[in-house]
Each structure stands twice: as structure tokens, then as C-alpha cells.
């Protein structure tokens, strides 16, 4: 069909399902229609001031860039038009009617799963454009692209299941979006109630905003207005608008300073991780204005890696409007920025530990795991992370602690920080490298995720004390044990307890680097060591992580000669040497302490000998009755 004639295009089913809900709403969040056009519109004007920067082949390149919503009486309309980008034939068709898809789609899920949720929250599925339908019985859009010689096109619905596109009369670039009101929505002919949307939702748009002749935003952008006149709605309002993320932000920091360098800047920490999924923003990283110029729509080298969950804005009067990612990377003024950057928002997230703790566990669940990679990968930064750190503890139950927490309840004696690995809180808690600590009252940090091997690598001491792991075989534990009664065994089970080592040694080969006598242990009957001066089970762990052919690591064998399965295997061993069973339960022994350690290369391979074992012990029961 030729692009000077009208035609005819169908919505996808879930885009008519959507417009259903909408056409028939009664939701009392009418007025939102608004909010999203507008920002609609500031969305284009942004858009075509970062295609300026380097294009000045620009339809009208000195039209002012502005929004301009008028009412008609008599029409019964309301028209919202912008001078920004505008948009061709085959982008009104995209935009407008199949890009909104998967929005729609996703929007309706919500609806489903979630009875609560509310068209307030349409604009999160970039599909906000459709909220117009709420109190308009027919639109009309009316856009010339930014494009030299470009044809103006119509795009017109009324809500059914269709919409067509056909050329159009419009002098000068940008979009115009007219509504042809509903009876049961005059109301918003009124010029006052538009003023009072528009200060309510979009005053922080940084293009005026005219209703009629007068301008009803404040047009200064809001990270440029001193913190202390901006409100916490304000606040979450400018951060909806930035994200489409409905759900409060867990924190917001503002800041403004004039020296060395001018920074505006306004930062947040979602309330959730995972909030993007669903938003129309597919990349991270702050947006970078220069003179109140968006110059960078996802800036990623302000700010290290380790806190790409930040959003905001930053703006500086000293950037050059051209600045390009290599810049960025080499120049002076935003390494400046950066520094400033991380030294607020480190120390706005140490205020909130210390004065919103909730707040901050929520923070430590969604986005803990980025600062433990900040503190192994950013050594320049590790002195301003380590006290955001947390975990859980061997006496901390279901909190989370700090080291300077740990530090203040350290026993007599101790100078070290204590930690233990496990693939989850519950296996570490069973660990064998416990029992000694807990006979010493001694408190061990738990890690347990993969980032956490990466971590401590980086992390070898903090004020002072060194932090060991509780499997280094040349650990000297400060305090004194509790002795059980069987601790003290007399020369025949001495001997029989060394009978009982060859046994391992001779099983267990070249698996192990040694077999030996335990210290320290209480209540478990083996535990596995990591020999002096080899790599640390950190080591091991990334090695596990990172590559596909991993070898387990040769440890040493610790043996409690005091436990009663290891008693009964030295009675097996002095009575019925030849008994299948001793072999099996060394076998199992070592294979549970890989297991504990968070090293085993095939845990499955042991269901064969375990039933083995139960076979034996049934057998034993059933032949003692």
C-alpha cells in the first residue's frame, strides 16, 4: 500500500485486551494519563537533544525545545504536543502498535497474578501511552520526524481493535497527541486541574511545560534545586519518572557542591534487585548531563562496577557537551566526580545501617553481593566497604553482624577473625571445624555464596586482626576447651586408634597428604585440613567455580579418636580386619567431608555406598533381635 494513503493495522490480541481494561475503568488514578504523556514528550525532547550533539542536520534545529498542552472547549479536546523527535510513518506504526507488546502482555500478567495492582502503575511496562484511553473515547497523534524532508503522519484509534496511519498537515517537528474526551471526563478541561496534574506528577521535567500561555513547572531540573528545598515526595516522584519502578526507593542521596568541581546529582538504591525486569530500560548506568544537557543516556564509568544497581542523574557545568566514552574514561573532572560519587553513597548507606537497620538488611538481601564483589575487585575502595559487610555467624542466628561487631565481642585473648565456607547456612553449621570453636566460645563468620571466596582473598585482615579460615591446619586457638570424660583412653586403645590411622592412609592413598591424630575436635568424628603454605579453600573454591575440569585439592585427615563411630571402626579394625564395612565407612567419612566442604565433584556417586551401609546396619539390627 502506497505511504500517501490511509491504511489499516490490528492491534496484537493482548494490546486489545489492555485497552478493554482501560476503555472501561473506573480507577480513580484517571489523571496518570497525564503524567505519562508528558512523559512521553520529555522523553523525545531528550531525545533529540542527544541526537543534536552530533547532528546538526536537523529539521528546525532552533525550535525551541518545550511541551504545550491546550484545551478545546467546544471540541471537547485536549492536545499535548512536544517539538522533540518526532516520529516517521513506520515508527508510529511500531511505537504505537506492536513495540507496545510485550508491555502489554507483561502489564496484563501483573493484573492477574496481583489483584492490587494498580493503572498507576502502567507507565512501569512501557505502555503508559494506552492510560489516554482512560478518559479518551478516540486519539489522534499527529508526528514529524526530526529527519530532513520528512512527511508528517497521522496515526488515529478509537480504542477498537484497529488503528490507521495516514499523511498529515504539521508545520514543525515533534509530536502532537490530540484526546477527544469522554462525557464522564470534562473535568479535565478545566486549565486548573491540568496546572495542578502538572505540578502534582511532572514538575521536575527539565523542558517547560505550558498549559495554555503560562508555564506550569518549575523547569529547573530537581537535582539542581538545593536538597534542602526538594521534599521526599519530590524525591520518589523524580525517581518513578527516572526507573518506572512504582516501589520506593530504599534510599536517595542528593548531592551539590561547587568545589574542586560543580556535581548535581541525585542517586538511588532500589527496593528490590530485580525491579528492571519489567521496565522499558534494558541497560544500567547513571544518565549524564552536561549544563543541564543529557549528553549520555547510560553512563557506566561513573561509578565502579560493583554499583551498577545505583540510578540517578549527574550533571556538572565543567564537562565538555561532546565528551565521549574515552573521554570518560581519561577525564580529569569526572574521575573527580566519581570519587565523590562513591563517597556519598557509601557513607549515605553507613548512615542507614546505623539509623534504619530494617532497611538495611533489606538492602544487604537485594544488594550485598555488590559490595563483597567491591571489596575483591576495588582494593582503593575496600577501607569504606568493610564496614558495610555482613554476615551470618556461628552465634548470630538468623542476624547478620558486622566485623566491627565481631571485633567488639571477641573472647580474651583472641587476635584473629574466624570464617568457614559451606554451599549453605545449614551445612556450615554441621561442620566438623566447628566443634573446637564452640567448646572455646569463639565466634566464626559464615560465607557462603560464590562472590565470597573472591572476597576474602581481598580481605585479609580488618583493624588490625587477622581473618583465618577455620580448616588452616596450623590454627592456635586462644581459650581453653571443655574435656569430656571420654577424652581419656588408656595404651591398648592407643594402639588400636594407630591401627586404625594405617587403615586410612591405606584406603584413602594419595587423596589425602596426611592422616592424623585430631587437636581440636569434639563432636564429629573426622574433618578435612588444608595443609601449611597451599593454596587456602578460597583458592579451591574459585578454582571449582571457574573451571570445568577441577581436581579436588589434597588435604590433610583429621581423626577424633575419642568419637564412638570411630571407637566401633577400631574395634572392626582389632577384631575382624578383613570386615568390607571398614573400608566403606573411611570411604564415606572422607567423601561427607568433601561434602561439608563444599568440594565434592560428584555427590551423587555416593547413594551406591550409602545404601551399602544401611544394608549392613539393618542386617546387624535385625540380626541382635
Given amino acids: 500500500m502506497s505511504e500517501t494513503q490511509t491504511a489499516s493495522f490490528e492491534f496484537r490480541a493482548e494490546i486489545q485486551q489492555l485497552l478493554d481494561i482501560l476503555i472501561h475503568s473506573l480507577y480513580k488514578e484517571r489523571e496518570i494519563f497525564l503524567r505519562e504523556l508528558i512523559s512521553n514528550a520529555a522523553d523525545a525532547l531528550g531525545r533529540l537533544q542527544f541526537e543534536m550533539l552530533t547532528n546538526r542536520d536537523v529539521f528546525e534545529p532552533d525550535a525551541a525545545l518545550e511541551i504545550h498542552i491546550d484545551v478545546d472547549q ?17 515508527e508510529l506504526i511500531e511505537n504505537l502498535g506492536t513495540i507496545a507488546y510485550s508491555g502489554a502482555k507483561a502489564f496484563l500478567k501483573a493484573l492477574k497474578e496481583d489483584q492490587r495492582a494498580s493503572v498507576d502503575q502502567i507507565g512501569q511496562f512501557g505502555v503508559g501511552f494506552y492510560s489516554a484511553f482512560m478518559v479518551a473515547d478516540e486519539i489522534t497523534v499527529i508526528s514529524r520526524s526530526y529527519l530532513p524532508n520528512a512527511q508528517a503522519y497521522a496515526w488515529k484509534s478509537d480504542g477498537s481493535n484497529y488503528f490507521t496511519v495516514e499523511p498529515a498537515e504539521r508545520a514543525h517537528r515533534g509530536t502532537s497527541v490530540i484526546l477527544k474526551l469522554k462525557q464522564d471526563a470534562e473535568e479535565f478541561l478545566q486549565t486548573y486541574q491540568l496546572d495542578k496534574i502538572v505540578k502534582r506528577h511532572s514538575d521536575f521535567v527539565p523542558f517547560p511545560i505550558y498549559v495554555g500561555d503560562k508555564v506550569a513547572n518549575q523547569k529547573t531540573a530537581l537535582w539542581r534545586q538545593p536538597p534542602n528545598e526538594v521534599g521526599e515526595e519530590q524525591y520518589h516522584e523524580f525517581y518513578r519518572h527516572l526507573t518506572y519502578d512504582f516501589q520506593k526507593p530504599l534510599l536517595y542521596t542528593h548531592l551539590s557542591v561547587d568545589t574542586p568541581i560543580q556535581i548535581f546529582s541525585i542517586l538511588y538504591v532500589p527496593s528490590r534487585r530485580d525491579y528492571g525486569l519489567l521496565t522499558v530500560r534494558s541497560d544500567h548506568g547513571l544518565r549524564l548531563y552536561s549544563r543541564k544537557v543529557l549528553i549520555q543516556e547510560h553512563n557506566k564509568e561513573l561509578l565502579p562496577n560493583y554499583l551498577r544497581f545505583i540510578e540517578g542523574v549527574v550533571d556538572s557545568d565543567d564537562l565538555p557537551l561532546n565528551v565521549s566514552r574515552e573521554m570518560v574514561q581519561t577525564n580529569r573532572v569526572l574521575n573527580t566526580i566519581k570519587r565523590n560519587l ?9 548512615e542507614m545501617a546505623g539509623s534504619r537497620p530494617e532497611d538495611y538488611r533489606t538492602f544487604w538481601k537485594e544488594f550485598g553481593v555488590f559490595i563483597k564483589e567491591g571489596v575483591a575487585t576495588e582494593p582503593g ?9 555482613r554476615f551470618h555467624s556461628s552465634k548470630s542466628g538468623d542476624e547478620l553482624i558486622s566485623l566491627r561487631e565481631y571485633v567488639g565481642r571477641m573472647i580474651e585473648g583472641q587476635n584473629e577473625i574466624y570464617y568457614a565456607f559451606g554451599d549453605d547456612l545449614a551445612s556450615i553449621r554441621v561442620s566438623p571445624h566447628l566443634d573446637a570453636f564452640q567448646a572455646r566460645n569463639l565466634e566464626v563468620l559464615f560465607l557462603t555464596e560464590p562472590v565470597d571466596s573472591f572476597m576474602i582473598m581481598g580481605l585479609s585482615e580488618y583493624e588490625g586482626k587477622k581473618l583465618r579460615n577455620v580448616d588452616d591446619a596450623s590454627l592456635e586457638l586462644p581459650g581453653q576447651a571443655i574435656e569430656k570424660e571420654e577424652s581419656k583412653r588408656d595404651l591398648a586403645q592407643e594402639k588400636a586408634f594407630d591401627v586404625l590411622l594405617d587403615r586410612f592412609r591405606s584406603v584413602l592413598g594419595e587423596r589425602v597428604t596426611e592422616v592424623r591424630t585430631s587437636r581440636l575436635l569434639i563432636d564429629s568424628p573426622c574433618r578435612l585440613v588444608n595443609p601449611t603454605n597451599a593454596p587456602g579453600s578460597e583458592m579451591h573454591r574459585v578454582y571449582r567455580l571457574l573451571n570445568e575440569e577441577y581436581q579436588v585439592p589434597k588435604k590433610i585427615m583429621e581423626i577424633n579418636p575419642h568419637h564412638r563411630l570411630v571407637l566401633n571402626l577400631c574395634n572392626l579394625t582389632q577384631n575382624t580386619p578383613q570386615d568390607p564395612l571398614i573400608d566403606q565407612c573411611i570411604e564415606q567419612l572422607y567423601e561427607n567431608a568433601l561434602l561439608v566442604e563444599g568440594i565434592h565433584p560428584n555427590p551423587a ?3 551406591g555406598r550409602i545404601q551399602k551401609l ?12
Avoid: N, P, Y
Wanted: net charge neutral; aromatic share 0%; charged share 30%.
Fill in 605 to 607: 556417586g555416593m547413594i
Fill in 74 to 90: 467546544q471540541a471537547k479536546t485536549i492536545t499535548i504536543a512536544d517539538s522533540g523527535i518526532g516520529m516517521t510513518r513506520d
Fill in 381 to 389: 575502595d575496600r577501607e569504606r566497604l568493610v564496614d558495610l559487610l
Fill in 342 to 350: 562513591v563517597r556519598k553513597i557509601t557513607g549515605a548507606l553507613e
Fill in 614 to 625: 544401611m544394608e549392613a546396619a539393618t542386617a546387624q539390627s535385625a540380626a541382635g533381635k
